[in-house]
């Protein structure tokens, strides 16, 4: 699968321009990192540890420019949601569940890659994935006030639940934690009008130069962290969490990759690169599994960190392994002053990050085009109100019913010739069609398969009752690019009643795969002859009776 167009030109390699992009993107990448570690109800480490490890394993593996893999808010949520599912609040407990679907991920993305599955994030549509990033971008945000106001923490992730919780506590709120949080806020939707001016890097830092008197009002750190890897083994589940946790680790699968591949193919056709799906799902594969190993979190290539990559003048993978060693010589030379970022700087970090995804004019081509529109507004309703893991789920369901009901809706069109063309169109599109006499042409107009063949073909028979005087019926089957066996065996009856009748059968526009199944089904009533017909205006040609002679001898 390749994006690259024709006159596509690769620019010349500049080590500089990545020197300055990887140092540029690390001051944003960090603070990120630690605070993804709050939303996923991990220590601080558990996101830093995930950020070397996706940038080093990308920048060494992988083949896009510009993606940068680290945690990802969406990643983080749904991580939180199954470790607060399968283990409780409790964080010990939860940091070695967690290390555990982190590494089962990691297992099923590089199944998926040697399995050739890079389709995969198809499985996900487009509304469905922008409706489910809406809803979890307000669910985040939600979970975050708390730590903006200095309220006590949210359990859960069902929205109405969620909103009670906090409207009951709102006569808690520490004035410090909340000034903090609401200048930090604005600070960062500031620094988006200059250019080049990190906002996350700038919030730190004056959050770090007051920490001291926060401390003193009651602002919460973000504490110590531990940088030395946990080389132990994860728990593996028990017998009957075995199920749970292989379903989250493929949420978690095709959540990731789904946004992941988005980001990596919007950059590639941007720039005239090629994409090698399976090659970066092999590579994500090994980026989780090294991550779980090492007690981090969930990795993915994000598009805020890989917009921010490219927007900083990356030219080459070496971006994102300057941004490593940058980001480890931060943690080693500043560790005791990340310690001390306030939670709710963190917080607004997280609320800044997540708002570029609450941009109402996502859905606005779905209203215009009118397609896909409840299933974009069944994502945002499923996540707010069922939560992150059942929201998904069922938004993907949804799409897939949807999907199924237009498929098994029959929808058949009868054929005219256009005057004066060898076209065949839908004569109630296209009044100036004509009929041929004595004849029949019907077009599925949808691909025909076993939930919809025997509607399809009695809906079939419904139109020749209503042509009392056809002898003959083509049908169509260009939309059809294969036949299971209840579509064939719906075929072989349609004919069977056609034979009844004294009305010959032809089939058009078949694919050679389909024609092939044809013939090796060998059904009686459709002869091989009936299938030798490349365009309908064959078929139709074909059914035309030859001629009678006068009996008049020649002059």
Not at 240 to 245: D, G, R, V
Request: net charge neutral.
């Amino acid at each position: 699968m390749s994006a690259r167009p024709a006159a596509a030109v690769t620019p010349d390699f500049t080590p500089g321009a990545d020197v300055l992009a990887g140092l540029s993107i690390a001051g944003l990448l960090l603070p990120e990192a630690v605070a993804y570690s709050g939303i996923a109800g991990l220590p601080p480490q558990a996101g830093v540890i995930a950020l070397l490890v996706g940038l080093v394993c990308y920048g060494l593996l992988g083949r896009s420019r510009y993606a940068i893999v680290s945690a990802t808010s969406s990643s983080a949520a749904v991580l939180a949601a199954g470790t607060l599912a399968l283990a409780g609040p409790a964080g010990a407990a939860r940091a070695l569940v967690a290390a555990t679907l982190v590494l089962l991920t990691g297992g099923c993305f590089l199944i998926a890659g040697f399995a050739r599955l890079g389709g995969l994030s198809h499985l996900i549509a487009r509304p469905v994935l922008r409706g489910f990033t809406f809803g979890l971008a307000c669910v985040i945000a939600l979970k975050q006030l708390p730590n903006l106001f200095g309220l006590p923490g949210l359990h859960g992730d069902f929205v109405p639940l969620l909103l009670m919780t906090l409207l009951k506590s709102i006569g808690q709120i520490q004035p410090a934690t909340m000034g903090a949080g609401v200048i930090a806020l604005l600070l960062l939707f500031l620094c988006e009008r200059v250019r080049r001016l990190p906002g996350s890097l700038l919030v730190i830092v004056l959050g770090v130069a007051a920490s001291g008197w926060l401390a003193q009002h009651g602002v919460t750190l973000t504490g110590a962290i531990n940088l030395v890897p946990d080389w132990s083994l994860p728990v593996w589940p028990t017998s009957n969490q075995w199920l749970p946790s292989i379903e989250l680790a493929a949420a978690l699968l095709l959540v990731l990759y789904a946004e992941s591949y988005g980001a990596i193919r919007a950059f590639a056709l941007k720039h005239g690169d090629s994409v090698n799906p399976n090659r970066d799902l092999l590579v994500l594969g090994v980026a989780n599994a090294l991550s779980g190993l090492l007690h981090g979190m969930p990795l993915g290539a994000g598009y805020s960190g890989t917009s921010a990559n490219e927007a900083a003048g990356a030219r080459s993978r070496l971006a994102g392994l300057v941004a490593a060693g940058s980001v480890l010589l931060m943690v080693l030379l500043l560790l005791r002053w990340i310690e001390r970022i306030p939670e709710p700087v963190l917080a607004a970090i997280v609320i800044h990050a997540v708002s570029k995804s609450w941009r109402l004019a996502v859905f606005k081509p779905y209203l215009q085009w009118k397609r896909d529109r409840l299933v974009a507004l069944a994502a945002v309703l499923a996540v707010l109100a069922l939560g992150i893991l059942n929201g998904l789920l069922v938004a993907i369901a949804f799409s897939l019913v949807m999907l199924l009901r237009q498929l098994a809706t029959p929808r058949l069109s009868v054929l005219g010739q256009l005057p004066g063309s060898h076209d065949f169109v839908d004569i109630a599109e296209h009044p100036s069609a004509h009929e041929q006499a004595g004849m029949l042409i019907l077009r599925p107009e949808e691909p025909l398969f076993f939930a919809n063949a025997e509607s399809m073909l009695a809906l079939a028979r419904q139109r020749v009752d209503e042509h009392a005087g056809a002898r003959v019926v083509v049908l169509s089957l260009e939309e059809s690019s294969d036949l299971d066996s209840t579509a064939l065996e719906a075929l072989a009856d349609f004919a069977t009643w056609l034979s009844a009748r004294d009305i010959m059968l032809r089939v058009a526009r078949l694919k050679d795969a389909v024609r092939g199944l044809l013939l090796r089904a060998a059904l009686p009533q459709l002869p091989p002859q009936a299938l030798d017909f490349w365009s309908v205006e064959d078929a139709a040609l074909a059914a035309v009776p030859a001629p009678q002679p006068t009996g008049k001898l020649p002059q």
